[in-house]
């Protein structure tokens, strides 16, 4: 490790190999020579920013005194409670970020004082997460960078260094499961599996450095943010203003906050279904619940009956384009009829299931007219090779008499 930071150091300008903060910490041992080479790929480096630009001092020096004099503004490592304060020197100061990247917000410092986390922090506990929590000191990189410890696909997985740790949640009386959750929920499983990088992580839903749960007049809003229409449809049904009332977190009291998994019919209806916990089986809410739940199933059976037809068409060499068409219209249908659950409206969940159910019907004919036009084929071809092989072998017997009567 040694070897490489000075191989790092005699890489860098001239004016950097001077820095005595660089040249003393990698020759003392192999975790100050470690801090160096990473410190050569951090992006304040990168920015042209020196170990003197955070903790103060003259890197001039080859005196550790002078060096490290408190009268040059030496600060040496932060406190926790000090952390915020000490990167805001730069980040909270528009003038100065300017310099270096003029699109970065310089609110995060303001924003962290908000959050669960600063709040805390205020409040005396320093096992709480600071900027260096989050952003590793000495090997920052870009949100961009795939290698960032704040990269979309990664910030599970760093929130999870203390929000998976049993004990360090235990003594905050929080659940240490919600990453776990949330990795095996479907937006865990697009980001991570799939790595569909527009799916949540952990911050799009309870943010950056202004960190906090959404709460309960909240949470709507948060889940709203992608799920746009299911938001609409639920603030106007006839169901938002009793749950607000009861106190219910919206979304999450059928979904959960972490563990969402993907939806089908069968919350609906049945003893088993979410609206069982709180309806009984004869009141007309389960009614209307059972009522969303056929329009659904209805709607998918005709979608998989026209799948089906189409791909045994499609088996026959029959072109299907037209009917893949109006098959593609009806599973756009059938998902907006699964936003419309929102609504609790048969009605309104009906006219668009309805809409995707003419469309798998015109899939459906087309796939078996175009099946009854390939066994029309057969049956052509049948006919024409029997009426050309009959010819054929009469005209052979008529050539043969013909040559027989010579």
Request: hydrophobic share 40%.
């Amino acid at each position: 490790m040694k070897l490489l930071a000075a191989l790092l150091l005699a890489a860098a300008p001239a004016a950097r190999a001077a820095d005595s903060c660089v040249s003393c910490h990698a020759a003392l041992d192999e975790r100050n020579a470690a801090v160096i080479g990473s410190f050569a790929r951090d992006i304040h480096r990168e920015k042209g920013l020196s170990c003197a630009a955070c903790h103060g001092g003259d890197p001039t020096k080859e005196d550790m005194a002078e060096a490290m004099d408190p009268a040059k503004g030496f600060a040496g490592k932060p406190e926790p409670a000090q952390m915020s304060q000490f990167c805001g020197k730069c980040h909270s100061d528009p003038k100065y970020m300017r310099r270096y990247n003029p699109s970065l917000p310089t609110d995060q410092a303001a924003k962290y004082a908000t959050s669960n986390h600063g709040l805390r922090l205020k409040a005396g506990d320093t096992d709480v997460a600071t900027c260096a929590s989050c952003h590793p000191a000495h090997s920052i990189r870009p949100p961009k960078d795939p290698t960032s410890s704040v990269y979309v696909k990664n910030v599970p997985d760093t929130c999870a260094r203390c929000h998976a740790d049993s004990k360090k949640m235990a003594a905050h009386k929080l659940p240490a499961t919600v990453v776990a959750e949330y990795k095996d929920s479907v937006h865990g499983k697009a980001l991570l599996g799939r790595g569909d990088t527009a799916a949540p992580a952990c911050n799009t839903c309870h943010g950056n450095h202004g960190a906090a749960p959404p709460g309960v007049a909240g949470i709507g809003q948060v889940c709203g943010m992608c799920h746009v229409n299911n938001m609409e449809f639920f603030k106007n049904s006839p169901m938002s203003k009793p749950w607000a009332k009861a106190g219910f977190h919206a979304c999450a009291t059928c979904h959960t906050a972490h563990a969402v998994q993907k939806p089908t019919s069968a919350l609906l209806a049945g003893d088993a279904a979410l609206c069982a916990r709180c309806h009984a089986s004869s009141s007309k809410p389960r009614a209307v619940a059972a009522a969303l739940k056929a329009e659904l199933d209805t709607g998918e059976s005709s979608y998989r009956a026209a799948e089906a037809a189409i791909a045994q068409a499609e088996e026959k060499g029959m072109d299907m384009a037209d009917a893949r068409d109006a098959l593609d219209g009806a599973r756009t249908s059938m998902y907006q009829a699964r936003t419309a659950v929102h609504t609790f409206s048969p009605e309104a969940v009906a006219k668009v299931a309805g809409e995707g159910k003419a469309a798998s019907g015109k899939a459906l004919q087309a796939a078996q007219d175009a099946v009854k036009d390939f066994r029309d084929r057969r049956v052509g071809l049948g006919l024409s090779t029997f009426v050309i092989a009959f010819l054929a072998g009469a005209l052979y017997l008529k050539v043969r008499d013909l040559e027989s009567g010579e």
